[in-house]
């Protein structure tokens, strides 16, 4: 389709145009826009008796402004991170810790003045040592308990925003890229895995029962896509640029459930081009690995609520693969731009998934019933932070796990393919290779997008005359794009709607149709209901029974379909769910999961205190980021050292306050935007206002005196 819609603007208010601050990285404290690292070499032991990482970080940096910006590097830091010395060209230095940030952690300053005075491209070498804390929140370390091997303790690290500070002082922001390699010395029991390229004739055994992993990045890549898992592991291949690892007891399941990866990477390459990395090989982690999956380069990491046994799930692989290209070859420059990774990973996905289904309209079908239903749900619960819901929101002092949602996945993705449908699908196609190519070891902001959208499309007006700034910046839906998917959802459709007026009477035929359907028919046909839940009301429990004993939904092992149907059955308020919602919230971590259902079992009257109760008992099961964000949904106080208090959360424990000091940040700027007064001016007539009040208060006091 080549025909843009005549409505198909955003109805949503003006947009806010004084966003000059948004090719600046502000959720970091580096001045990396004075020097920038180039290469990183880490050097760690991995501590299973005290749950540290302790070594140090070497960064070979550049001078980009000569002079006094460059005199120092400063680098992030979090999560009680301690650097105890640091050496400039090989020479001790003297640093010191910066003024904390509640949300962006500790910055560390190195003097870089024993070096003399830096000219631009100058290079230095800065190694700082340093231990993480227990607490570090991009590690999750997994007692024996936690695994399925039940045998050895586990460790994995998750560092997508900005949690990379917490494993090594470093400039946290996709803005720089840097090549990386690694020495990781572990227990002898261990595999060490990382987000590069394991150089196994640099491997050894050390006398004293350790062994230490050697690796190697050629490509540069953002600080938040280091990555590391240590843990007992087997692998299998799966093609020679392949390997699936998991623990041995889940090897088998995750090597035939990924067993499309190297046709997916296929696909991917002829949509855009030959893959850069060398190796894709992925891990299955254990079940509280807070994502679907995360796209560190060479090795994603997934979680196990993907192995349905079918390969039904699959498509959160493809979404790795095509970050691949979008995401860890062409970055978003700041988490602002984070649709710039997203949209076009969630574009490039659903075209893979389309040629491995043989059918264009699965690219449809998928964005209209899983991608579509889930941007609406964001928008409405970020009801109370509407900025959020823009495209490129202000993340000035918030915390971007507050911001994540599917915003940055479908609103970005609803704006690539409307520009699709203007210029129609071959020439944006080809687009999609220009950009990629073009952009490829580099970051991207959204004016550079635009611009070369526009240069590309030689100022096609169809284009030019887009309302640029509210597609940028306007809170809210965008306009729903028209989807042909009658055909593949019909079935779905109508049998969601013979259960929703009910009620029961329905043929056996019906039934036995459902049994036979895919798992994404099976999704329409419960997302169907779940909107017609929000939109009419709920279903009547017993007909929720009577849909469970024909279909077996509550014992469903499909992650998906069993989340949909205990989303469906707690909305009715049934209680036969609760149960089996609990067993599901307590048996993996995946936050898409985890936390919708724990707020939904909050908000029921039946479950509010058994909600409660379940999440104060299992919060060590989830990673770091999973508790803090569960935290905060069920109004719990979270402090650092991971002990929880109920009442609402304040603005001195750190963790799960972060997104309500981001709320409060926003709430500021807002009310600044309306007077259309410069911060400076309000700070000075908030002064003169007090120093009025203090002098009537003097005066007053005097006044009674006299
Ligand atoms: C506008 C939002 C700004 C910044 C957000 C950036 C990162 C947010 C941070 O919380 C990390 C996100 C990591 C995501 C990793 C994988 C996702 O694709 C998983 C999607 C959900 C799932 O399938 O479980
Ligand atoms: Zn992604």
Known sequence: ?????????????????????????????????????????????????????????????????????????????????????????????????????????????????????????????????????????????????????????????????????????????????????????????????????????????????????????????????????????????????????????????????????????????????????????????????????????????????????????????????????????????????????????????RKIMARIHGDPLFFDLDAEWLGWPHLEESIAAFKDHPGLTALVPDLKDVDPDDAFSSVPYEKGFTLLLRLERIVGTPAFEKFAKHYIRLYKYKTVTSAQFKSTLLEHFEHDPRLVCLPWDEIFYAPGLPLKPAYDTARLSSPSLALADAWYKNKGGLEAEAHKEFMAWSTLQKQIFLESLLKRTEAEGPMPVPVLEAMDREYRLTSSKNAEIRFRWTMLCLRAGAKFIVANALDFVTSQGRMKFTRPLYKELYKSKMAKAVALETFKKNAMFYHPICRKMVAADLGLCLAPDGSLEEGPTSGVKGGAWAGDLGARQKGKRTWLRALRLPREAVIVLGLGVTAMLVVGAVTVVRHKRK
């Open 1 to 349: 389709m080549a025909n843009e819609p005549a409505s198909a603007s955003l109805h949503s208010p003006a947009p806010v145009t004084d966003r000059a601050s948004n090719e600046k990285d502000l959720n970091t404290l580096s001045n990396y826009e004075a020097i920038k690292s180039q290469h990183l070499r880490l050097h760690w032991n991995v501590d299973f008796e005290e749950n540290v990482l302790e070594g140090w970080a070497e960064h070979t940096m550049v001078v980009l402004e000569p002079g006094a910006p460059a005199s120092r590097a400063i680098f992030d830091t979090s999560s009680g991170l301690r650097v105890h010395k640091v050496e400039v060209n090989g020479l001790e230095a003297s640093f010191h810790k910066g003024v904390s940030h509640p949300v962006f952690g500790t910055p560390v300053e190195v003097s870089l003045t024993t070096v003399g005075l830096l000219s631009k491209g100058d290079e230095v070498v800065v190694r700082l040592h340093y231990v993480t804390a227990p607490t570090a929140s991009a590690c999750q370390w997994l007692p024996p308990a936690q695994t399925a091997g039940q045998k050895f303790p586990y460790l994995f690290t998750q560092s997508q925003a900005i949690h990379a500070r917490s494993i090594f002082p470093c400039q946290d922001t996709p803005a720089v890229k840097m090549t990386y390699s690694a020495r990781v010395r572990v227990p002898h029991w261990a595999t060490a895995l990382m987000s590069a390229l394991r150089l196994e004739d640099m491997e050894f055994m050390e006398g004293d029962g350790h062994r230490m992993y050697v690796w190697d990045q050629p490509v540069p890549i953002p600080s938040y896509l280091v990555a590391l898992a240590v843990g007992e592991l087997d692998s299998r291949d799966i093609s020679p640029r392949c390997r699936v690892w998991a623990e041995p007891s889940v090897v088998e399941a995750a090597r035939f459930e990924f067993g499309q990866t190297e046709e997916f990477l296929q696909h991917a390459e002829a949509l855009t081009f030959e893959y850069a990395w060398k190796r894709y090989d992925l891990l299955c982690l254990p079940p509280s690995f807070p994502y679907g999956g995360m796209e560190n380069p060479c090795l994603t990491f997934a979680t196990p609520t993907l192995l349905a046994g079918d390969r039904s799930l699959a498509d959160v692989v493809a979404h790795e693969i095509a970050h691949s290209w979008t995401g860890n070859l062409v970055t978003n420059t700041t988490w602002e731009h984070f649709y710039l990774n997203e949209g076009w990973t969630m574009w490039l996905q």
